[in-house]
């Protein structure tokens, strides 16, 4: 498939979905948090395709390879989150387990997308 819009990547995709997940899990979590880990939570999560999309646009590889760990790390500040969240009970297992291992499967997307810029930039 010709990828023709930030649209058609498969980590904005996968990035979109997870910050889906994670409003649908925050608006589960006690209203004394709203200020708290929810908005944390919204932060990171849309964060990570909202940088996908960014970097997409930009002409240089080294400002996609820029934009592309800046997504990653918001990532990985919203894994901690949820992580947080459901040790200290504000979410079920059930639902937050799921959410952290699509954050896997998309750091690991991430890391190799980065890998190959790298390569090409001769690196």
């Known amino acids: 498939m010709k990828i023709e819009s930030y649209r058609d990547l498969d980590t904005w995709k996968l990035g979109l979905e997870i910050a889906e997940d994670c409003y649908r899990l925050i608006r589960t ?14 932060k990171a999560s849309s964060s990570v395709p ?3 999309a960014e970097e997409y646009g930009r002409e240089s590889t080294r400002d996609y390879i820029r934009f592309l760990q800046i997504a990653q790390g918001s990532l990985k500040e919203n894994e901690t989150h949820l992580i947080l969240s459901k040790r200290v009970e504000l ?3 059930q639902h937050i387990d799921p959410i952290i291992e699509k954050c896997d499967r998309l ?17």
């Open 29 to 42: 979590f006690p209203k004394e948090e709203l200020f708290g880990m929810t908005f944390q939570i919204r």
């Open 50 to 52: 909202a940088n996908i």
């Open 107 to 123: 750091g690991r997307m991430l890391h190799n997308q980065i890998r190959s810029l790298q390569q090409k930039l001769g690196r």
């Open 91 to 93: 979410g079920k297992p």
